[in-house]
């Protein structure tokens, strides 16, 4: 077991860690328990009763946060013609089609979200060993495979979170920053909490959401009550 620091035994004993906690406790909780020396991350982590290996349960979504994420997100789009245009007017830090995708080819990824368009995603499709490892690629279940490229670019960059559940049926994501508001943060939760909800697949059996924690960058984790999340 990895030894923590001072900081962290201190934090992790104002958490009980026999206590399912309510939303709005464990919010309150994160805050007081996060130590970083920055504007730490505040992080939702998932176990769910599915399975990821069967199609219809690779559950993968986005949604816009209502508080945004706190975090200034780099997007590119690939997209051409009026496409290219809107993107651009919706503030993409970078558009472009074939001189894009050779650029991304030589080594450029300071961006933090990829756009494209339908018809450009058989050149971006050149750049799946690249961008597919980061989980970079554009899809149409997260909204970012679109011919909206203004709709889409506005929505990333108002606090759009993507969330997907992993190997292990589990799901990790960001909810805002610790200096938000313990109403900001518990309003993108039950947002996100929401569309997990709306996102459950009619073959997943048992009880859906197995186990829920919020924690702050490098902070204690702070179980929620899953019963609770899904009344």
Avoid at 36 to 57: R, T
């Amino acid at each position: 077991m990895p030894k923590h620091g001072k900081k962290y035994v201190e934090a992790a004993k104002k958490v009980d860690s026999s206590k399912l906690y309510s939303v709005e406790e464990a919010i309150k909780l994160v805050k007081e328990t996060s130590y970083a020396n920055f504007d730490a991350s505040v992080e939702v982590s998932y176990n769910l009763s599915v399975d990821p290996k069967q199609a219809d349960q690779q559950i993968r979504g986005s949604i816009v946060l209502p508080n945004g994420t706190g975090k200034s997100v780099k997007v590119i789009v690939f997209a051409e013609g009026p496409q290219a245009e809107a993107a651009k007017a919706a503030g993409a830090d970078e558009v472009g089609s074939d001189e894009l995708v050779e650029k991304v080819q030589n080594g450029y990824l300071d961006f933090d979200v990829v756009i494209a368009t339908p018809m450009m995603m058989a050149k971006v499709g050149r750049l799946g060993r690249i961008l597919g490892p980061k989980g970079l690629m554009p899809n149409p279940k997260t909204g970012t495979v679109t011919m909206d490229t203004e709709k889409a670019v506005k929505n990333v960059k108002a606090g759009q979170v993507e969330y997907r559940v992993d190997r292990q049926a589990s799901i990790h994501t960001a909810i805002g920053k610790v200096s938000f508001t313990e109403e900001q943060l518990t309003e993108n939760f039950k947002a996100l909490q929401n569309a997990i909800l709306r996102a459950k697949p009619a073959s997943a059996k048992g009880q859906y959401i197995k186990s829920c924690a919020v924690a702050a960058t490098f902070g204690p984790g702070i179980k929620l009550d899953p019963i609770a999340l899904m009344a």
